[in-house]
Structures are given as C-alpha cells and as structure tokens.
C-alpha cells in the first residue's frame, strides 16, 4: 500500500487557447492540425479570478495558468504576472503554477516576483523521440527552460506524455531526465488521441502505466509530487487505487486543456471512498 494518504489536487486553466504555431504532434492547440477544439486569446483576467475561486472550493491546492504557444514573450509574461496578482489578491492559499513554454531568466523572475510560486515545464518525452513528434524546436530548449526555473529559485514542475509512440528506452531516458532536474512537481500524462493528429493511437496499457507511476517515485522520491494528469480517465477510471498505490500522491481535478476530465465531485467522491483525505497545504512536501 502507498504511504501517501493525503492526495493534492491540482487545476488547470486555459488562458490562452489554441493559437499555436509549432508542430507538436500530440497537441490539440497547434494550428497546423485543425482539430476542433476551443480557440481563444487571452480570457478576461476577472473570469480568471472566478475560476481560481471555483477551484480552490473544488479542493484544488494548486492552480496552473496555461498559455499556448511556443514560449513567453513581453505581453505574455506581463499578462501571466497580473492574471497571478489579482488571483493572490483574492483567493487564499493556492500555490500558482505557470505554464506559458520557454522561458529565460529573466522572465521567470518577473513572474516569480509578481505570486507565481512555481513553473511547469514538461520535457514529453525522450531527447531521442523528440525529433520525431516536434520538428519545430528541439528537446535541448525545454531542458534549458527547465534549468532556468530553477536557478531563479521557482519550484519546478516537469514531467512528460507515454504512450505517443516511443518505445521502452524512450520511457526510461524520459523519466532519468526528469529526475536529473530533481523537480518539486512531476506530471505523468497518458496521450490521449485525437482524430485530428498525426500520432492516431496511444500505445501504453494500463500495467505499463503503473510501473512507469512506480519508476518514477523510486527516481524522484517520496517528499515530491507524482501526479497523474491527461489521460486519467481513459485508463485509470475505478482503478484508481492503482495509481496510488504504485506512488502517485497528485491528480488534476476538472477539466484538461482541451479535453474534459470528471467532474470534480465525482473524483472527490472516488477518493473518500478509497480512504484518502485532499490536502489542505504543501507542507509536507519538499517544495
Ligand atoms: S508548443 Fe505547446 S501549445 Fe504549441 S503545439 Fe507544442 S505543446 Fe502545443
């Protein structure tokens, strides 16, 4: 059984939709692949607020302001830091996460000065695979963004997508790579398809995505946080336990980027009926 019995929830929030130049072959938000999805510049940064708000009821401890696009630039970076004031503003005790893309230093310092309290930056998959699911930049980029983050002291949040293809060596130098930044925060992501990108199918089963659960809590350790993002609900729905039991102590709770999750009573639910109790603060962990 897993020792962790406090689970922390996390929610995410769109702020900019869809309008994304690169060609990253597992994402619904590039333009190149005209799936059908929601597309929308910056949401009104009151909205904002009131969505943090409905999290932070819904028992979310974390919350991720997300941007689509290849990486921060002034009027994002500027846009991120008030959305984050006005959200520290009024709604108490959410530790804030951005994910806006490549960042340099200087960047994230202005976001950690304006409330951001950490910063998400995957690195997807393998430095070998990466070629072949991004042409548009190169897997060196995000490693650069993710050793950025912390030199300027914000928590980092890196983890990855299986099941896009690779094969068992891209999974092992996936999780080797994440765990040679040490982050705070970890997402593992299970692709989820689309019928309008190119990777058609997710080629992961459901023991294999305990054991990569498993792997990754034995590289990372037991004070950080092991999360189970996208693609929860395609394999791990009423087998949760699994999931937690294998070392995941986080899920993201409500909607995805551009895909729906349970509602969140419903995984509330799930998890009081399986003996764990939503965490209240980090302080348990190393963050
Ligand atoms: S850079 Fe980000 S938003 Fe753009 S296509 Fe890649 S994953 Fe999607």
């Known amino acids: 059984m897993s020792t962790h019995k406090q689970i922390f929830l996390c929610a995410i929030n769109n702020i900019l939709s869809g309008i994304c130049q690169e060609d990253c072959k597992f994402c619904t938000q590039s333009v190149r692949y005209h799936a059908e999805i929601e597309r929308y510049n910056y949401k009104k940064i009151e909205q904002i607020v009131k969505e943090a ?27 991120v830091a008030r959305a984050a004031q006005a959200i520290k503003k009024e709604v108490e005790g959410l530790n804030l996460i951005a994910c806006n893309g490549t960042a340099n230093k200087e960047q994230l310092t202005y976001l950690k000065e304006h ?90 089963a459901l023991d294999e995505a305990v054991s990569i659960i498993k792997k990754a809590r034995k590289l990372l350790g037991e004070d950080r946080l092991l999360m189970v993002a996208g693609g929860r609900e ?53 963050y």
Not at 55 to 69: Q, R, S
Not at 135 to 155: D, I, P, Q
Not at 267 to 278: F, I, P, Q, R
């Open 53 to 79: 708000k409905i999290a932070k009821e819904n028992g979310a401890l974390g919350y991720c302001l997300v941007t689509a696009g290849k990486g921060l630039d002034d009027k994002k970076v500027d846009f």
């Open 115 to 204: 409330g951001l309290d950490s910063y998400n930056h995957n690195l997807e998959t393998s430095e070998r695979y990466y070629a072949d699911i991004c042409t548009t930049h190169a897997w060196s980029e995000r490693y650069e963004t993710c050793e950025n983050v912390k030199s300027v002291g914000l928590a980092l949040c890196s983890g990855g997508i299986f099941g896009m293809g690779e094969e068992r060596k891209d999974r092992d130098a996936l999780l080797d790579a994440i765990a040679s930044l040490s982050p705070e925060s970890t997402p593992l992501n299970f692709y989820h398809p689309n019928p309008a990108l190119p990777i058609k199918t997710r080629n992961i």
């Open 234 to 286: 395609l394999l791990f729905t009423g087998k949760e336990h699994l999931m937690f039991e294998a070392g995941a102590n986080a899920m993201v709770i409500g909607n995805y980027l551009t895909t729906k999750g349970h509602a969140p009573n419903q995984d509330k639910n799930m998890l009081a009926t399986l003996g764990y109790e939503v965490a209240t603060n980090c302080d348990t962990l190393k």
